[in-house]
């Protein structure tokens, strides 16, 4: 960053294709975390889709929860990929890219991308596997549109991430915290049950959780089924893109070995 007057932040982008691509050669040669980050989201898909479908007559719910389940994909994958800042700072790698000649933000901007691309990709084999449940891919722009949609919840989380692991030094702690923020994240959303089904509290709750939006904008895109405009789906998305990636950023700025 050069400030002389007014600071201004030179984005480069081989150097955020670099550590993109370094995040995302992390991922794929790691084929058991591969294999292993399906497993709940798979169970939840199968198991508690069936079981909660029966108790909600007039509603498909095993179409209903494949939206949620890939919203829940998402922010797992993208929120514990910021651990690897952490492995990083501890084997002293993170040092390295510290002083490299390049602008911190953009090494934030290459974990972001490097984190939503692993986790846009999960989200994608999870869509797919819905297709057992009856669920027909839509026609490609609406398509398309779903999987931008997907990569701006993959991204907000992974830049949530990345927030806590500038500020946070062991990995047990950051586990610890990500569970403890993930799991009422999930669970006080739209994921596993409709908005008008829910207690005034619990919907009010679900209203203030930016996850809850991009699911709805899933549902309105795949199932038609969604419960706000699509247009403030996404404009929510949008802003809590740009809040988290400004404070993982200015974090990730004052971050130390």
Not at 130 to 155: K, R
Not at 234 to 251: D, E, G, K, Q
């Amino acid at each position: 960053m050069k400030c002389g007057g007014v600071c201004s932040v030179a984005i480069e982008l081989d150097k955020i294709y670099a550590v993109w691509l370094r995040e995302f050669k992390r991922f794929t040669n790691s084929k058991g975390r591969m294999v292993g980050s399906l497993g709940m989201p798979l169970l939840f898909m199968f198991a508690l889709g069936s079981g909660i479908g029966s108790l909600m007559p007039g509603l498909n719910y095993n179409l209903f929860i494949v939206p949620g389940i890939v919203g829940m994909t998402l922010l797992f994958n993208s929120m514990f990929s910021g651990v690897s800042i952490i492995w990083d700072r501890e084997f002293g790698f993170l040092k390295e890219m510290l002083v490299a000649p390049t602008d911190r933000l953009n090494i934030v901007l290459g974990r972001i991308l490097g984190g939503a691309t692993t986790s846009v990709l999960q989200g994608l084999i999870i869509l797919l596997l819905g297709t057992f449940m009856g669920m027909s891919l839509p026609a490609a722009p609406q398509f398309l549109l779903t999987v931008l949609v997907m990569a701006l919840i993959a991204a907000s989380f992974v830049a949530v991430g990345i927030a806590f692991a500038s500020v946070i030094r062991e990995v047990e702690t950051f586990q610890l915290v990500m569970n403890f923020v993930i799991m009422p994240l999930f669970f006080l959303s739209n994921a596993l049950f409709p908005l008008d089904k829910m207690p005034d509290w619990l919907r009010v709750i679900a209203s203030l959780n930016p996850l809850s939006y991009g699911i709805d904008a899933m549902r309105d895109l795949l199932l038609n089924a969604g419960a706000y405009p699509l247009m403030l789906d996404l404009s929510v998305l949008f802003a809590f893109f740009a809040v988290v990636t400004v404070i993982a950023s200015y974090l990730f700025g004052k971050t130390s070995i």
